[in-house]
């Protein structure tokens, strides 16, 4: 990759600032837990994956910090750190369940001095990020065979690099397939309000040389209907067990815009996204974000003041406009319930 999302370097967490691309590339350094929270809720680090290998970090970074004398201490304030980063963004489950790794390991480790267990839990978070890369690459070699030579891909919002500590989820599946020499095309809806992929897709894409063209979000269906996307990829942010996804909301549209053209519909994710303890999309929480992102663009405002405005951050898209889902483990089609319980098991 020609750039990193995140990396523990020098007892710090260095992230690239998502919220200042595409004009400036600049990455920030964060020493405690509560900057690690601030950037997860402020935007400056999105995506599912990569939000559950800044969880790790940031929990790693707290029990660094943590003044304890005695184990009781240092696991109460633990699990207030741990507690602080959970309420940062509440429908990416890469979230908690990078959380509860780093809970289950520090458990597993009671017995250690507390030096040790902090050691333990920094290795563990290093070894997040670093699973996180390998696991894209499985989904991009997974996915890539579903991609046709010389197709026109659709993908909505950034699950690129960007959205992962590298390589990317829906964009491994685009790379991979470049990668093979398919000569294959990307469109990238520009995704209102935050625009991931006018700011990130289209920058990291151009930045790695895959030929991308940007559209409004409103001219998908028009596209389709023209004959010129032959396939749509997208991330998500949650998996129930019958495959109702949750990703960036817009996704629904586009889905229901596939179906209705006969195109495939296909969506990139680690096993770590799916949450199989909720049995459909209906009970996946949906996180409802500022106004302003809405009414205003860089600070400019944009719609009359006072204006009552929804800014839900998500959508779900039933299962049965999924085509495929693509994980590191395989691809499940058809009966999802099984599939998925399958992939999660093996």
């Not at 920030?28 to 402020?42: C, L, M, P, W």
């Not at 780093?102 to 670093?130: P, Y």
């Not at 590298?166 to 964009?171: Q, R, S």
């Not at 995704?191 to 992929?197: A, K, V």
Request: with cysteine; aromatic share 6%.
């Amino acid at each position: 990759m020609s750039f990193r999302t995140i990396e523990w370097r020098d007892d710090r967490v260095i992230m690239i600032d998502q919220t200042r691309l595409p004009s400036e590339e600049v990455y920030n350094e964060y020493s405690d837990f509560q900057g690690v929270a601030e950037a997860i809720r402020g935007m400056i680090i999105r995506g599912a994956p990569a939000i559950g290998v800044a969880a790790a970090m940031g929990v790693a970074l707290g029990a660094r910090d943590i003044i304890a004398d005695t184990h009781e201490s240092f696991f109460r304030q633990l699990s207030n750190v741990c507690d602080v980063i959970a309420r940062t963004r509440p429908t990416a489950v890469n979230l908690f369940w990078a959380i509860e790794r780093m809970k289950r390991v520090a458990e597993a480790h009671r017995d250690r001095d507390i030096n040790s267990i902090r050691a333990i839990l920094k290795a563990e978070a290093i070894a997040v990020e670093s699973e996180d890369l390998q696991i894209c690459k499985a989904i991009g070699a997974n996915g890539a065979p579903l991609i046709k030579a010389g197709a026109t891909v659709l993908t909505h919002c950034n699950a690129g690099g960007l959205a992962t500590a590298g390589y990317g989820t829906a964009l491994g599946v685009i790379r991979a397939a470049h990668e093979a020499g398919k000569k294959i095309k990307v469109i990238a809806d520009e995704t209102r309000p935050w625009l991931q992929g006018a700011r990130l897709t289209a920058w990291e894409l151009m930045k790695d040389g895959i030929p991308v063209t940007l559209i409004s979000d409103n001219m998908a269906g028009w596209l389709m209907q023209q004959g010129e996307i032959d396939c749509c990829v997208v991330g998500a942010d949650r998996i129930a067990a019958n495959g109702d996804t949750a990703n960036k909301i817009g996704t629904y549209s586009v889905a229901v815009l596939a179906k209705e053209h006969r195109i495939p519909f296909y969506v990139a994710a680690p096993i770590s996204t799916l949450d199989l303890t909720l049995d459909c999309g209906e009970k996946i929480p949906i996180e409802e974000r500022p106004i302003t992102e809405v009414t205003q663009i860089k600070g400019v405002q944009i719609a009359p003041e006072g204006v009552k405005v929804q800014n839900p951050a998500f959508d779900v898209t039933p299962a049965r406009y999924v085509t495929a889902i693509i994980t590191e483990k395989g691809v499940a089609h058809g009966d999802y319930t099984g599939s998925l319980a399958a992939l999660a098991k093996g």
